[in-house]
């Protein structure tokens, strides 16, 4: 496999990087950095999404025919690369990456053409209307249910763990359209607008402080049949396609790179016990090369992936795999980094994480938000399909057992 790059691809990587240099404004930066949730607050990321809207970059694993850049897989990389060691903003990449590929797949015309360009601009903010209250990781088992009344559905129930519902303006959602046979064969895939009377959002805190999860309830909310994507009842087929691109449709290696980095910083400037510097004591440096080993091989393996994907074949079982690796590896990079602080680790201090503040942390600025990050991060093995699920899904699809 050959790992070096393009003539072709060097010029888009140095063409990257002038545009980062040019529009990532200190403002935009120190916020991202700031954020300790896995996506920045949306005062900080829809100016950035505005920014890379118009220069037709938000959608940059879409095709030209649907408005995106029409990037190769490579070029897509270099992209998620460059915003990770620039520090750009996490953005809210459900439109793009989830509903957009399936409104393209599955959607119809009408549908296309309302919602796609609006993507493309970063003019919607997407949340995920999946799990419910005991029926997680047992998606097929969910009982929120749009009732046909003529051409409309009326939709009750509710939705958990729904991220950013507070600020989203729009849902995709699975609803039980079907008692008979089995679970999977009742439930469709539908459209909502988050403004629709009878919606109600209650925030979750989280442990680290944060508010980004929600519980949703659905009270006779009506929406159009228009809004369903694919067939009635047939919105496992639509979940089952979205949730490859959910788990393995981003690179993991670019922000696990970024984390090394910054590990590999703090702990040059944290002391060990003996009053050396943590990066030359013997057992914490073995962890952090135990821990570049593991990423290194995380990166050959997603390379790999990239030159099927160039062929047009989707992730597959891979994306279960990446998910997998990249969650685990990541809480790993947390813990480390936390250790490294020591006792400056354990001051509460959240308004010392709000852009602008002029708060004097506890500790070295560059620990303000390690913390809350481990803490929040302790849900990317549950989210998006927990750990022992894509642990099936790979010995089931990849295995055979």
Same mark, same amino acid.
């Given at each position: 496999? *050959?790992?070096?790059?393009?003539?072709? *691809?060097?010029?888009?990587?140095?063409?990257?990087?002038?545009?980062?240099?040019?529009?990532? /404004?200190?403002?935009?930066?120190?916020?991202?950095?700031?954020?300790?949730?896995? !996506?920045?607050?949306?005062?900080?990321? !829809?100016?950035?999404? @505005?920014?890379?809207?118009?220069?037709?970059?938000?959608?940059?694993?879409?095709?030209? #025919?649907?408005?995106?850049?029409?990037?190769?897989?490579?070029?897509?990389?270099?992209?998620?690369?460059?915003?990770? @060691?620039?520090? &750009?903003?996490?953005?809210? &990449?459900?439109?793009?990456?989830?509903?957009?590929?399936?409104?393209?797949?599955?959607? &119809? @015309?009408?549908?296309?053409?309302?919602?796609?360009?609006?993507?493309?601009?970063?003019?919607?903010?997407?949340?995920?209307? %999946?799990?419910?209250?005991?029926?997680?990781?047992?998606?097929?088992?969910?009982?929120?249910?749009? #009732?046909?009344?003529?051409?409309?559905?009326?939709?009750?129930?509710?939705?958990?763990? =729904?991220?950013?519902?507070?600020?989203?303006?729009?849902?995709?959602?699975?609803?039980?359209?079907?008692?008979?046979?089995?679970?999977?064969?009742?439930?469709?895939?539908?459209?909502?607008?988050?403004?629709?009377?009878?919606?109600?959002?209650?925030?979750?805190?989280?442990?680290?402080?944060?508010? #980004?999860?929600?519980?949703?309830?659905?009270?006779?909310?009506?929406?159009?049949?228009?809004?369903?994507?694919?067939?009635?009842?047939?919105?496992?087929?639509?979940? +089952?396609?979205?949730? #490859?691109?959910?788990?393995?449709?981003?690179?993991? =290696?670019? /922000?696990?790179?970024?984390?090394?980095?910054?590990? !590999?910083?703090?702990?040059?400037?944290? !002391?060990?016990?003996?009053?050396?510097?943590?990066?030359? *004591?013997?057992?914490?440096?073995?962890?952090?090369?135990?821990?570049?080993?593991?990423? =290194?091989?995380?990166?050959? =393996?997603?390379?790999?992936?990239?030159?099927?994907? /160039?062929?047009?074949?989707?992730?597959?079982?891979? /994306?279960?795999?990446? @998910?997998?690796?990249?969650?685990?590896?990541?809480?790993?990079?947390?813990?480390?980094?936390?250790?490294?602080?020591?006792? %400056?680790?354990?001051?509460?201090?959240?308004?010392?994480?709000?852009?602008?503040?002029?708060?004097?942390?506890?500790?070295?600025?560059?620990?303000?938000?390690?913390?809350?990050?481990?803490?929040?991060?302790?849900?990317?093995?549950?989210?998006?399909?927990?750990?022992?699920?894509?642990?099936?899904?790979?010995? +089931?699809?990849?295995?055979?057992?």
């Amino acid at each position: 496999m *050959d790992l070096q790059l393009s003539a072709e *691809d060097q010029e888009f990587q140095a063409d990257v990087q002038a545009f980062l240099a040019e529009n990532l /404004s200190d403002e935009i930066r120190q916020g991202s950095a700031c954020s300790t949730t896995i !996506r920045t607050e949306p005062t900080i990321a !829809r100016p950035w999404g @505005k920014i890379i809207g118009e220069k037709g970059w938000m959608t940059y694993n879409w095709s030209k #025919e649907y408005g995106g850049p029409g990037w190769d897989v490579v070029k897509r990389y270099i992209w998620e690369l460059e915003c990770a @060691k620039a520090g &750009t903003p996490s953005m809210n &990449t459900m439109g793009m990456r989830m509903v957009g590929p399936v409104i393209q797949k599955f959607g &119809t @015309k009408e549908q296309k053409e309302f919602f796609l360009p609006r993507i493309v601009k970063d003019e919607d903010s997407w949340c995920q209307g %999946y799990s419910e209250p005991g029926s997680g990781s047992d998606l097929a088992s969910l009982q929120t249910r749009a #009732e046909s009344d003529g051409d409309d559905y009326i939709i009750n129930g509710t939705k958990i763990w =729904t991220t950013g519902a507070h600020y989203a303006n729009r849902m995709f959602c699975l609803v039980r359209t079907a008692t008979e046979g089995k679970h999977q064969e009742g439930i469709s895939f539908v459209l909502i607008d988050m403004d629709t009377p009878g919606i109600k959002v209650e925030p979750i805190l989280m442990m680290s402080g944060d508010h #980004e999860l929600n519980q949703v309830f659905f009270d006779d909310v009506r929406i159009p049949k228009s809004r369903r994507v694919g067939e009635e009842n047939d919105g496992w087929t639509v979940a +089952k396609y979205l949730l #490859e691109f959910e788990r393995g449709g981003v690179s993991y =290696t670019p /922000s696990l790179n970024a984390g090394l980095l910054s590990a !590999r910083r703090m702990a040059e400037q944290e !002391r060990d016990g003996d009053g050396g510097r943590l990066i030359d *004591d013997p057992a914490f440096a073995n962890q952090l090369c135990e821990l570049e080993v593991l990423v =290194t091989a995380a990166e050959y =393996t997603e390379k790999r992936v990239m030159s099927a994907l /160039s062929q047009g074949q989707n992730p597959g079982p891979a /994306s279960s795999m990446f @998910k997998l690796r990249g969650s685990e590896i990541g809480q790993r990079l947390n813990e480390l980094k936390v250790r490294s602080l020591a006792y %400056y680790a354990t001051p509460y201090q959240p308004e010392t994480r709000v852009p602008g503040n002029n708060v004097e942390p506890i500790g070295p600025d560059y620990g303000v938000t390690t913390t809350a990050i481990y803490l929040n991060n302790r849900a990317s093995t549950i989210y998006a399909g927990s750990s022992e699920v894509q642990r099936s899904i790979i010995a +089931k699809r990849v295995l055979n057992l």
